[in-house]
């Protein structure tokens, strides 16, 4: 079932954020030794990274991933992974050896190949057998911002992406409705094949977005396709969802 949490104001649902993400991390190091962690960008998710960086006592064993990435220079000021750093990675002093960061200067088609070999690669040195058939990379945490559209990464309403095979991990965007066009996402398949993912939300903005996330799932949502017993929403009261919904 969703577990869905309502804060009076963005700094709280900030702080609720932080200390969701911090605790599933410091569980999954507890029972793995390691912990998986995907970053999103946008404003929503800013503030929870910089309170991020002092929730969690010691950041050794995180790994950290990307949801999704724009085609852009990793300095560019639309770069995720340039929010990341300036809000979580630097300040947290997180080991620059366990980011793993989706090459956006290489291209959408190029940037998604390698970060699907990246993924493969490193989940497949944690794997005590060979799984068959080859299993998708199993994420502890997904951060997750929310459009106004319902998307989520970059994985578009009505986007052919939404129906990519099973086994892929890692997509190109060539045509976002949402500037830049040119983008690489996690396929829907990662998303639904995390432990948990943390879906976050403030103002009226996307109330109807989080209402629609929470209604039958449809690609014309894609939020709505998330694995709902493993989906973790928190809001302010302004994108709080109807009473009853969830």
């Not at 104001?9 to 190091?29: F, H, K, V």
């Not at 690669?121 to 080859?134: D, I, K, M, V």
């Not at 965007?173 to 998303?191: A, F, Y």
Request: charged residues 25%; negative net charge.
């Amino acid at each position: 079932m969703t577990r869905i949490t309502t804060n009076a104001c963005p700094e709280a649902t900030a702080e609720r954020a932080a200390i969701e993400i911090a605790r599933a991390l410091e569980i999954a190091r507890e029972q793995r030794g390691v912990a998986h962690l995907a970053l999103s960008g946008g404003s929503t998710p800013a503030r929870t990274y910089e309170l991020l960086a002092s929730a969690l006592d010691r950041w050794d064993g995180v790994e950290i991933w990307f949801a999704d990435e724009r085609c852009v220079p990793p300095e560019d000021e639309e770069s995720n992974y340039r929010l990341a750093a300036e809000t979580l990675l630097r300040p947290a002093g997180i080991d620059p050896a366990r980011v793993h960061r989706m090459e956006g200067e290489l291209g959408p088609d190029e940037g998604a190949r390698r970060y699907a070999e990246a993924l493969r690669a490193s989940f497949a040195s944690e794997q005590t057998s060979p799984p068959s058939p080859p299993a998708l990379p199993v994420l502890d945490l997904i951060a997750l911002g929310i459009g106004p559209d319902g998307h989520v990464a970059s994985l578009f309403p009505g986007a052919p992406t939404l129906d990519a095979g099973a086994e892929t991990l890692c997509l190109g965007v060539h045509e976002s409705p949402k500037p830049p066009p040119e983008r690489i996402t996690l396929s829907l398949g990662v998303l639904r094949a995390a432990r948990r993912c943390l879906l976050l939300a403030t103002g009226a903005g996307k109330a109807d977005a989080i209402a629609a996330a929470l209604a039958e799932p449809s690609n014309h949502v894609p939020a709505s396709l998330l694995v709902r017993d493993r989906l973790t929403v928190i809001v302010d009261d302004a994108a709080s969802p109807p009473p009853g919904l969830v």
